[in-house]
């Protein structure tokens, strides 16, 4: 990338204010120490009103000016700077605002904002799950590190290793990482989950344990943030996993309750709770926690194998009429469900509707853990939907791609207004309006070709028509002026070819001359007013190709949402013919029994009562009233 431009090509603001300077319009005297502190609490209070956008503006023309290079060292030109940084981060301009904090790190371990700086860099590399990029800088940083500094890019090192399946290296670079740094128990739990991976299950529960060991008021708490309690609760999930792995079946039950009632997690935890008491035979159990399940969380995503395992709970307990309706019912809820899903694979118009209230959802925070068994069938089917998060992600890059094909016309024209407005007089744009831009030829040249091609391509195209129209009797007639067409074809393209070679030497030696002799004001202007120009195309370009991919992947999440469904509902059918089996090779075992001359248990008494009535005598059960005192004397 050429000096002085941005990551999508424009010129940059430090070369806008340099070329103001050579032009007289801003000058370096102009700085002073109370003006950078005035305008950055100026800056800071619309930073502390969230108006990030005016912020960033305003923070970039401190940062970025002449006129406050002599102060860069100054307290207040630092703090201009990390907040620049902020403002963009916090307007998820994260291309931005790498650059700003990479320009910080610059400074030393001993800057200011040094420390923060690479905090910021970390949060970026999480939020946009891009920890290789970020790395990239933090990688370059050399000499004695402050140990928080280490601890930062060993973490985002361990989750890049493991993301990669490199699980070795991972469980390495994660062992360094100290308690006193924030990932400390995120880094924790990665150990554990890549030891357990790696079937080290013995090493992966004291990495668990360590994290849910740890009291909530305990010194190192502190240096945790808010995600600590989230890692909690997973290393409480993992430890049941890995004893119900190893068929500890009562650990499992003992560390899934170890789940507070307000944990996101707590529908996994009942469920698997109640897989691992099936497993240990304590059907009783099992369905008195999934019961508890389908009350508290009627449309968690874990719902339809819940129910599922509810009817073979009863199932295995000889239960078979309960367990019939178990199975009946789940075919009755989410055959209708799985039903819609269908549809809406079949119908884009009903499956983008059905996104749109996902991401509604999600930004409500209604799905899976408290969305409501209510409404419409496509409501109820958002409580079971499980969607990329790269989906959501990629709306967000939606709605900032819409504004910007909102705006991308109107900025367009302010760039052409503003180009037009700066090039009256000067050199750098009176070239380009009248036709001395040295590129221009070429241009006009590569226009003249493209439409001489498209003539060349509509003639053949009308030829083969006629020839079709007339028959095989005029298909020698026309043969010459096919080839005519053809070779008109041939030159269009090669004198389009040759244009473009032309264009490229001339840009190459547009950007050598303006390299040397240091671009203008005004050609800046034109030279982003021309990109400006084409903005709104690629603009578009960019929206539709976000939009593509959201939608595979929401389509990818429906499409597995019916895959699941359709399942559930087939292996509940194959459920309810077990049952049916069971309870007719049940009838069949009483009829053996009978026949031999045993009773079943539940028949003993009411023979044992029978028996003892005389044949000449009628049992007559007493329907009186039992007087207290009366039963009391007798006692």
Sequence with gaps: MPPGTEADGSTDVATYLQAMEREGLLSRESGTPARLRAALAVAEKELAAERYTKAAAMLYSLVESPAYTDFSDSEEYQNAEYDLGVALTRNHAYAAAIPIFVRILGRGTEALYFRSAVRRLSDIALETRDEKLVLGHLDKLTGDLPEEVVAERNYLRGRSATDDGDLEAAETVLSQVGKRSRFYAASLYLRGVAQARRGQFKAASKAFCEIVDTPDKNTFTFYVDDRYFKVKDLARLALGRLAHEESRYDDAYYHYFQIPDDSQRLPEALFEAAWSMYARGEDETARDLLDEL????????????????????????????????????????????????????????????????????????????????????????????????????????????????????????????????????????????????????????????????????????????????????????????????????????????????????????????????????????????????????????????????????????????????????????????????????????????????????????????????GDDEIYWPFDGTFWRDEYEGFR
Aim: hydrophobic share 45%; charged share 35%; aromatic share 4%.
């Design 294 to 613: 389908v009350k508290q969380f009627p449309s968690s995503p874990i719902l339809p194998d819940a129910s599922l395992l509810r009817a073979h709970a009863d199932l295995r307990s000889c239960a078979f009429d309960d367990a019939q309706k178990g199975f009946d019912g789940v075919v009755a809820t989410f055959e209708p469900l799985r039903d819609q899903a269908d549809e809406m694979l079949r119908d884009p118009r009903r499956a983008r509707a059905f996104l749109d209230k996902v991401l509604e959802r999600e930004a409500t925070g209604e799905i899976g853990f408290t969305a409501k068994a209510k409404g419409t069938l496509e409501d109820r089917l958002l409580g079971f939907v499980r969607i990329d998060p790269r989906f959501t992600r990629l709306h967000e890059v939606i709605r900032g791609l819409t504004q910007e094909v909102a705006d991308a016309d109107r900025v367009a024209a302010e760039w052409q207004d503003l180009s037009a407005r700066l090039g009256a007089g000067r050199d750098g744009v009176a070239r380009l309006k009248t036709g001395e831009d040295p590129t221009a030829p070429a241009r006009a040249v590569m226009e003249e070709a493209a439409a001489l091609e498209k003539m060349a391509s509509d003639l053949k195209k009308n030829i083969e028509k006629a020839s079709r129209e007339k028959g095989i009797g005029a298909m020698a007639d026309l043969e010459s002026e096919r080839v005519k067409a053809d070779e008109m074809l041939a030159r269009a393209r090669d004198l389009r070819d040759g244009a473009k070679l032309a264009l490229e030497a001339a840009e190459k030696e547009a950007e050598t001359s303006a390299a040397a002799e240091g671009p203008g004001l005004a050609k800046l202007a034109a030279i982003d007013a021309e990109r400006a120009r084409t903005a709104p195309a690629r603009a578009r370009a960019a929206l539709e190709k976000a939009t593509v991919a959201a939608a595979r992947l929401g389509m990818q999440g429906i499409r597995k949402l019916d895959d699941d469904l359709t399942r559930t509902v087939e292996l509940a059918r194959l459920g309810k013919i077990d049952a049916v089996i069971g309870q007719k090779r049940k009838l069949e075992i009483e009829i053996e029994d009978l026949t031999a001359g045993r009773f079943p248990p539940e028949m003993l008494g009411r023979l044992y009562a029978s028996g003892a009535v």
